[in-house]
């Protein structure tokens, strides 16, 4: 199993709709979770941390952590044409700090 | 622009040419990460420094890469004798060190290796 997990995609979602990114991870002590956007040709950019169980806010973005499930999300609401990217879900361990990434979910608005 | 920065932005070598890129993060930062990134996939960690110290090195650094960061400051990364497949962006990122800060990345170098 790899320690962290999404789902390639392509997601595509129409314009204003809300867009669901989904994250599983494998190391049940993890405490801090991260969502980074990537625009092609780009270096990841932070969007969120999350480090508490439930939905943290900000703008039109939320994350949602389950850490029983081992489960962080994102949620972008009225999504825009220049939410087109890649989605990077990051997972600190907690026995040696190091932020594992997983492969990124594309994500393409439709206009 | 996060504050952190990596030079060269690009760089096109021959196999089995050495080539060197350079990190300076944000300065009060005690942590820098070195990932390497090819197209399709995350980032993927390849070693880390707590100030001056290289605290861990992935198993996907062989011998011919190596890194440094002399003063705590900026850092280098080294490969030699470069391969086809070292093509990729090479991406470095910084934190305070805390178990819960975050990571913020710099623009990225890219390899083409001939």
């Known amino acids: 199993q790899k320690e962290v997990e999404q789902n390639s995609g392509p997601l595509s979602v129409p314009e204003g709709a809300i867009a669901s990114l989904n994250c599983t991870y494998s190391d049940r002590g993890s405490q801090s979770f991260f969502w980074y956007r990537q625009y092609s040709g780009k270096s990841p950019e932070l969007i969120m941390f999350?480090?508490?169980?439930g939905d943290k806010e900000d703008g039109r973005f939320t994350a949602q952590l389950n850490k029983a499930s081992q489960y962080v999300s994102l949620l972008i609401r009225d999504s825009q044409p220049s939410d087109s990217a890649t989605y990077l879900c990051a997972v600190m361990r907690n026995r040696d700090d190091k932020i594992i990434f997983g492969k990124g979910t594309r994500l393409h608005i439709l206009p | 622009d996060t504050g952190v920065s990596q030079d060269p932005r690009h760089k096109i070598t021959k196999r089995g040419q050495n080539v060197t890129f350079r990190c300076d993060p944000i300065?009060?930062?005690?942590?820098l990460y070195w990932y390497r990134q090819t197209l399709g996939q995350g980032p993927e960690f390849l070693t880390y420094f707590q100030n001056e110290a290289q605290l861990e090195k992935s198993r996907l650094l062989s011998d011919r890469f190596s890194a440094e960061r002399p003063k705590g400051s900026f850092s280098t990364l080294e490969i030699q004798r470069t391969e086809q497949g070292d093509s990729a962006m090479y991406l470095c990122a910084s934190t305070l060190g805390g178990s819960t800060d975050t990571q913020y990345f710099g623009p990225g170098t890219r390899l083409t290796v001939l």
């Open positions: 300065s009060e930062h005690n942590r």
């Open positions: 999350i480090y508490s169980n």
